[in-house]
């Protein structure tokens, strides 16, 4: 049968079987086939006794590593194993990245999803999954800012370049002019904004879930 072993400042048998009342549930036991036992020392013929948690903690987990019996850990008994050994990470350096200002016709495409997707939190899933599709590198958190400013340069010239075009065309057409202009003049400089650029840049990791992260610093 399985054996638990608890640290207890109260030696009353019967307190003692409550506090081992999950043992016996987890194990599905009859605790009227068990006895409890205060350890003592097989030299000293008495007890331990612990001023500090930690202490205690350390010799009742080698009590269970050295005899096989069951400790309390949250809300399960097992017995006690050492934490595995990890081995320590070798810290591997991002490699500098040469930023390029995205081209002209690639903007339009993405000015015309963010006037599409008004508010705030899509917009910055429209340029996420932009970078993500088109095998873009996720920056580190060094270099962020010069990474989203080069890559976005000619955003605002272009959304503005739009929003004449569109204007010109309902002049032209005597029509009125369309809430896309309006929307077109209102692009942020989202690049402009710390937490904006850490929240797309999380989204990127986010779709990248499945593979190994490595970030780029920008140059």
């Known amino acids: 049968m399985p054996t638990a072993v608890i640290a207890s400042k109260d030696t009353r048998t019967w307190r003692?079987?409550?506090?081992?009342?999950?043992?016996?549930?987890?194990?599905?036991l009859d605790r009227r086939q068990y006895k409890i036992e205060i350890w003592s020392d097989k030299e000293s013929g008495t007890g331990s006794m612990f001023n500090v948690n930690a202490r205690c903690t350390q010799f009742i987990n080698q009590l269970s590593k050295d005899n096989n019996y069951f400790i309390r850990r949250k809300k399960k008994w097992m017995i006690y194993a050492d934490e595995p050994k990890t081995k320590k990470e070798k810290i591997i350096k991002a490699k500098k990245y040469k930023v390029k200002p995205i081209y002209h016709p690639a903007l339009r495409i993405i000015i015309k999803s963010l006037v599409s997707n008004p508010q705030r939190h899509t917009q910055y899933d429209v340029i996420a999954h932009y970078l993500h599709e088109h095998k873009y590198p996720i920056p580190n958190t060094a270099t962020r800012h010069l990474y989203m400013e080069t890559l976005f340069k000619h955003l605002q010239l272009v959304a503005n370049n739009i929003a004449t075009e569109e204007y010109e065309a309902a002049v032209k057409n005597k029509v009125g002019v369309k809430q896309i202009v309006e929307d077109l003049l209102c692009i942020p400089d989202f690049w402009a904004s710390k937490k904006t650029i850490n929240t797309i840049c999380s989204k990127m990791v986010d779709l990248n879930s499945n593979a190994t992260i490595r970030f780029v610093e920008a140059v």
């Open 16 to 28: 003692i079987i409550q506090n081992l009342k999950s043992f016996f549930d987890q194990f599905k």
